[in-house]
């Protein structure tokens, strides 16, 4: 069974930092981009970064860039998502999902994960 | 940055209505977008990649259609498991999604 699960959310304090994970099962986890999506309590989706199959490229959404870090094990079927500097606008539940590449670059997220909650808040 | 501008945010409609979702692009992204579906406490499900292909296993009545900066979901006759929200997304330069619309029963 193609499956995505992460793990790590949390309570933490403004300024703090809190690691997520995402383990992969059931596919080739080598073969696709590995993204993170968040969704703060009430609001829509916020791609927040994606990272290539050999994690030599990385991107992020502006808001986020210089304090999160996407990063992957590929010989652990794992993707991580290291956030610094958290702040209360932060607080989502973050997914990970997996890009089907349909042409180069371009991505569709066809397997998410059931989300792991975020709370920064003092 | 571009912006994914989705409209309505909500709509009423009924059990077999013919329901449209319209989406703007901030500026021309080709066919570079896809189409989800989220219900409360889930996760979205891929609908539609590349403005119009059908992800496999989603029924024929939802379709994607547009290029350019105009995009359209339609849902031919809506059933009762299709009250969700919906969110488009471009994949032209990162991978912003638009604000969303949420489908109530009349």
């Known amino acids: 069974e193609v499956q995505l699960v992460e793990s790590g959310g949390g309570l933490v304090q403004p300024g703090g930092s809190l690691r997520l994970s995402c383990a992969a099962s059931?596919?080739?986890?080598?073969?696709?981009?590995m993204s993170w999506v968040r969704q703060a309590p009430g609001k829509g989706l916020e791609w927040v970064a994606n990272?290539?199959?050999?994690?030599?490229?990385?991107y992020y959404v502006d808001s986020v860039r210089g304090r999160f870090t996407i990063s992957r094990d590929n010989a652990k079927n794992s993707l991580y998502l290291q956030m610094n500097n958290l702040r209360a606008e932060d607080t989502a539940v973050y997914y990970c999902?997996?890009?089907?590449?349909?042409?180069?670059?371009?991505?569709?997220?066809?397997?998410w994960g059931q989300g792991t909650m975020v709370t920064v808040s003092s | 940055d571009i912006q994914m501008t989705q409209s309505p945010s909500s709509l009423s409609a009924s059990v077999g209505d013919r329901v449209t979702i319209t989406c703007r692009a901030s500026?021309?992204?080709?066919?570079?977008v896809n189409w989800y579906q989220q219900k409360p406490g889930k996760a979205p499900k891929l609908l539609i990649y590349?403005?119009?292909s059908l992800q496999s296993g989603v029924p024929s009545r939802f379709s994607g259609s547009g290029s350019g900066t105009v995009f359209t979901l339609t849902v031919s006759s809506l059933q009762p498991e299709d009250f969700a929200t919906y969110y488009c997304?471009?994949?032209?330069?990162?991978?912003?999604f638009g604000g969303g619309t949420k489908v109530v029963i009349k």
């Open positions: 999902a997996r890009g089907e590449e349909w042409l180069l670059y371009r991505v569709a997220f066809d397997v």
């Open positions: 059931g596919f080739t986890f080598t073969k696709h981009w």
């Open positions: 990272i290539k199959q050999d994690g030599s490229e990385k």
């Open positions: 500026q021309s992204i080709s066919n570079y």
């Open positions: 590349a403005a119009s």
């Open positions: 997304q471009q994949t032209h330069s990162a991978h912003s």
